[in-house]
């Protein structure tokens, strides 16, 4: 990618999350999203509830529930837990990672990310051949497909009267035999 696509089109946890994956960056490992948020605390409230009083425990969790409903969370080694990330956050990881990158030259190469289109100019219309009259106008074209049409269709008719024919000629013999 980039470094102006980057900044221009990674706007979004997701996205930062992702290019750092794709690039094997771990400046995004310290973040979760919301089901892996749960996983954590789900997994710790056992140990939670042997070290706390069921009072510190509900205090707790009242603090993390009011958190819930972030799309990630960003581990805090201070407090020993995660907090909702915010904005800055982002801008602060999306900033690293741009200055690693940066330092590390690992950007892509204008020239080696776009692909090459072959320049095709429009013709000179001097040296366009003129298209050939029709032999037909679309009239006449028409007029001559509802004749076709109709003459399969006759010919359709026909041969429907043929079989309705022939079937009735078939059962009044069978009701002759059988009387």
Request: aromatic letters at 12%.
């Amino acid at each position: 990618m980039l470094r102006d696509e980057f900044i221009d089109n990674v706007t979004t946890w997701n996205e930062l999350v992702d290019f750092c994956e794709e690039e094997g960056l771990s400046f995004c490992d310290e973040l979760c999203g919301e089901d892996s948020f749960n996983e954590w605390i789900d997994g710790n409230l056992v140990s939670w509830a042997h070290e706390h009083s069921w009072q510190d425990l509900m205090s707790m969790l009242n603090n993390y529930d009011s958190i819930c409903g972030a799309d990630y969370y960003l581990w805090d080694d201070y407090e020993g837990g995660y907090r909702r990330a915010d904005d800055s956050d982002f801008d602060d990881i999306k900033n690293t990672v741009i200055e690693f990158m940066d330092e590390d030259s690992r950007w892509d190469d204008s020239d080696e990310d776009e692909e090459e289109e072959e320049y095709e100019p429009e013709p000179d219309p001097d040296d366009v051949e003129p298209t050939p009259e029709e032999d037909f106008s679309f009239g006449e074209m028409f007029t001559a497909g509802v004749g076709c049409v109709r003459a399969i269709n006759e010919k359709a008719l026909e041969a429907a009267r043929q079989q309705d024919k022939a079937f009735a000629e078939f059962a009044n013999i069978r009701v002759n035999l059988s009387i």
